[in-house]
């Protein structure tokens, strides 16, 4: 037995490794914090340029007493092209002309159209307006226009020399990017957004919820407080503990034959992802939700039979209202896993470019990892930036479901 | 106490869900296929869906080989309409299809893209012949006295005393890859060829001409890098040694970080590819199904607005993207061809 001296030894060693554990584990969490904020608070404010653009009827090709639908026929690319040519004044032959559109975004036309259909009273003058500039404009902006960003450019000497210009004329500035919010996938970076991958997201996450949840959660129940201890309750146990361990992907080959062949449910739906979701989160929330059970102490149980309830009433009642904390944090883990899962989607064809924002669970749609893993694949250098602002888009969510968690126990530990 | 009614529930979601595979009527066009041609295809797809009333077509990157399977599945809602491809549909894809009632398919070829073997920029730049890529990459290489050997170059001077006294390390895709698989047909079999012996095996045992030519060493000089082009760019930039096998679009994002060897004294350019000086360049297709043209809406427009001028043209918007279009008289024959949606004999 070794004397007081060396156990205290013992222990202070042992603090300072647990310490040193701690150091080690933060500081990997702090570097891919700072590397992916680092990256990704760009994709979140943006560069605009300031355009005259001439809304002079005969300039837009319409004539006095036109209807509201005729607006938005009018072609904007043209309309926008003008005012960008207005704003160098030396005249340039064909292909300078392209290098110089290339300075604004490829969505400007869209925006200049959805902003002249908001107030159609604008038409007849000629009006400022701050339109999206295009991706390597914006990169070289937010570079600060050093030498360093001089050399990373695809802009060419010329293009740098315009925008140095409109610099100079106050005609350059950058805001908050809201397309990044509320616009969806996109091939041009100015234009690409993770809305209609939230939205899919979401779709998927509440078909998983409510089938993991409710499938699962009953299943613990009747497995912890009815079914009779036999060999076949154990086999069923040992590969429930299997089947949480079984890697994800074949839970979406699994959903690509059952789902999609047989039941024959739309390809890229976030019904179908769900589905699969689910399937992957059954086991998780089964286990948790047994541990949760199985942690209420016998004699609640023991207090409920002797003044006369039933089974069902001893386990509705009393066991299942103390066991709801473990249960709600299990599933809500269980959906957090399921919110950063890209490789069962790939299976049942989540994984593809879907510009537009499901509006119903059969539509086509992807997820939010799913976003990130295509952003990352693209070729446009800007996509860098928006797969790491993505990443926090999704990180953003997955604390406030962990938070969530919390606030759950918190409430039904009272 | 409430009672859930579990039983109702349980039928509620068992109803949605044959009610969901009720409402299948697809209105939007489905595209899968090559993961080089899925760059392309988006942004036709996105401005499709921008400038017509149709919905944006939704893209899969699944591989030219796993697009025609899915693609030749059969034909309804449930297949998809279009299949993108870097080569050109084999035999037994088109026996494949037949079988599953997918008669008649239109063919498209909308261009070219390069394969580039690049270092970072700013050191030497590699001048290559076909042969040299065979010799240095090959698993067995020939032995000058008409048998194999296993490849044991060390540096790229072991394999052409006029190349730099530089460690063999490349960087490139997956045998899963379309990219690779046009990487060994043409860099590695051009090589390869230029050995006489070996060309005649190719009419006597064409296994085994197959086997030596597109095989690729195992020992660490060639490393298998993953899909994502974007991260062979980034190695490349670390590690000063390394070459890299890549896409041309990333080569024209990239022009920056990287340079693209001479390949049999041809540089990788723009022009060089389009006019086939270049060796290592591909045409990429897509493929269309017959039988959908009439049944999923905006189809044909799609196929109209991917090979219109404005699109796979020279000075297209697919061209800002890395296309390299088909010279004009090519173009012309092969547009006579879609627009009337001639299907593949």
């Given at each position: 037995m070794p004397g007081v001296v060396e156990r205290h030894r013992g222990e202070e060693r042992f603090r300072r490794f647990?310490?040193?554990?701690?150091?080690?584990?933060?500081?990997?969490?702090?570097?891919?914090?700072?590397?992916?904020?680092?990256?990704?608070?760009?994709?979140?404010?943006?560069?605009?340029?300031?355009?005259?653009?001439?809304?002079t009827l005969l300039e837009i090709g319409l004539e006095e007493g036109f209807a509201?639908?005729?607006?938005?026929?009018?072609?904007?690319?043209?309309?926008?092209?003008?005012?960008?040519?207005?704003?160098?004044?030396?005249?340039?032959?064909?292909?300078?002309?392209?290098?110089?559109?290339?300075?604004?975004?490829?969505?400007?036309?869209?925006?200049?159209?959805?902003?002249?259909?908001?107030?159609?009273?604008?038409?007849?003058s000629v009006v400022s307006f701050w339109l999206t500039s295009s991706d390597d404009v914006d990169l070289y902006n937010k570079a600060g226009s050093t030498e360093a960003a001089e050399q990373q450019t695809r802009l060419t000497a010329k293009q740098i020399e315009w925008y140095s210009e409109l610099k100079s004329n106050d005609r350059i500035k950058t805001r908050f990017n809201w397309i990044f919010l509320t616009g969806s996938d996109s091939r041009d970076p100015e234009v690409a957004g993770v809305w209609g991958a939230t939205v899919g997201s979401f779709f998927a996450l509440g078909v998983c919820l409510l089938l993991s949840c409710f499938v699962g959660v009953l299943a613990a129940i009747y497995l912890e407080e009815f079914a009779a201890r036999n060999r076949w309750t154990q086999f069923l146990e040992v590969n429930i503990n299997n089947l949480a361990a079984v890697p994800s992907i074949t839970f979406g080959l699994l959903g690509l034959a059952i789902f999609l062949g047989f039941f024959g449910l739309p390809r890229s739906a976030s019904l179908v992802g769900g589905m699969v979701l689910a399937l992957m989160t059954l086991p998780t929330v089964i286990i948790s939700s047994r541990v949760a059970l199985q942690a209420v102490a016998p004699s609640i149980r023991e207090a409920a039979f002797g003044i006369g309830a039933s089974r069902v009433q001893t386990v509705f009642h009393h066991v299942v209202p103390?066991?709801?904390?473990?249960?709600?944090?299990?599933?809500?883990?269980?959906?957090a896993r399921a919110l950063g899962e890209t490789a069962p989607l790939l299976m049942i064809g989540m994984v593809a470019f879907i510009a537009d924002a499901p509006?119903?669970?059969?539509?086509?749609?992807?997820?939010?990892?799913?976003?990130?893993?295509?952003?990352?694949?693209?070729?446009?250098?800007?996509?860098?930036?928006?797969t790491a602002g993505a990443i926090l888009v999704l990180l953003v969510f997955l604390l406030l479901m962990n938070l969530m968690a919390v606030i759950l126990r918190r409430k039904f530990e009272k | 106490m409430k009672k859930a009614n579990y039983p109702a529930l349980m039928m509620a979601m068992a109803l949605s869900l044959t009610a969901a595979s009720q409402a299948l009527?697809?209105?939007?066009?489905?595209?899968?296929?090559?993961?080089?041609?899925?760059?392309?295809?988006?942004?036709?797809?996105e401005r499709f869906g921008r400038s017509t009333a149709f919905k944006t077509p939704v893209v899969e990157s699944t591989g030219t080989g796993g697009g025609f399977k899915l693609f030749c599945s059969g034909v309804g809602e449930g297949t998809p309409d279009v299949s993108n491809a870097s080569r050109e549909i084999k035999s037994s894809e088109i026996e494949d299809c037949q079988e599953n009632g997918v008669q008649d398919i239109?063919?498209?070829?909308?261009?070219?893209?390069?394969?580039?073997?690049?270092?970072?920029?700013?050191?030497s730049q590699y001048s290559l012949t076909t042969k040299d890529i065979f010799l240095a990459l090959a698993k067995d290489v020939p032995d000058g006295n008409g048998g194999l050997k296993p490849n044991d170059a060390k540096t790229w001077k072991d394999v052409n005393p006029a190349l730099p006294d530089a460690k063999i390390e490349v960087l490139g895709p997956p045998p899963t890859s379309g990219t690779r698989d046009a990487f060994a047909e043409l860099a590695m079999e051009s090589g390869c060829k230029a050995f006489d012996w070996i060309k005649e095996t190719k009419a006597s045992d064409k296994k085994r001409y197959q086997a030596i030519c597109h095989s690729v060493r195992e020992d660490g000089a060639y490393i298998e890098a993953g899909e994502n082009d974007n991260l062979i760019v980034q190695k490349l930039d670390a590690n000063k040694n390394a070459l890299g096998i890549f896409g041309f679009s990333f080569l024209d994002q990239n022009m920056d970080k990287v340079q693209a060897s001479l390949i049999n004294g041809t540089d990788a350019t723009f022009e060089n590819i389009s006019d086939g000086s270049y060796a290592i360049a591909r045409p990429l297709y897509f493929y269309v199904k017959k039988a959908h043209l009439d049944a999923i809406p905006g189809l044909r427009e799609f196929v109209v607005e991917f090979v219109s001028e404005d699109a796979s043209g020279e000075e297209g918007y697919l061209e800002e993207r890395g296309l390299i279009p088909m010279s004009g008289a090519e173009r012309e024959e092969w547009l006579n061809n879609v627009l009337n949606f001639n299907s593949l004999s």
């Open positions: 647990g310490l040193a554990a701690i150091a080690v584990s933060m500081s990997f969490l702090a570097f891919f914090l700072i590397s992916i904020i680092g990256t990704g608070y760009g994709a979140f404010i943006q560069t605009a340029i300031k355009i005259d653009v001439d809304l509201t639908e005729d607006l938005a026929k009018v072609r904007y690319r043209s309309v926008v092209r003008a005012g960008m040519r207005a704003l160098i004044p030396e005249d340039l032959g064909r292909r300078e002309s392209r290098a110089l559109y290339r300075l604004i975004g490829a969505g400007a036309e869209f925006e200049l159209r959805d902003k002249v259909l908001a107030q159609p009273d604008l038409v007849g103390l066991a709801m904390p473990g249960i709600l944090t299990g599933t809500i883990i269980g959906m509006t119903s669970l059969t539509q086509p749609a992807s997820a939010l990892p799913v976003q990130v893993y295509l952003w990352a694949d693209s070729p446009e250098r800007a996509f860098a930036e928006k | 009527a697809r209105d939007e066009i489905r595209v899968v296929g090559s993961s080089t041609v899925y760059p392309f295809s988006t942004v036709v797809a239109v063919e498209v070829k909308i261009g070219y893209d390069g394969i580039v073997l690049a270092n970072a920029a700013g050191l």
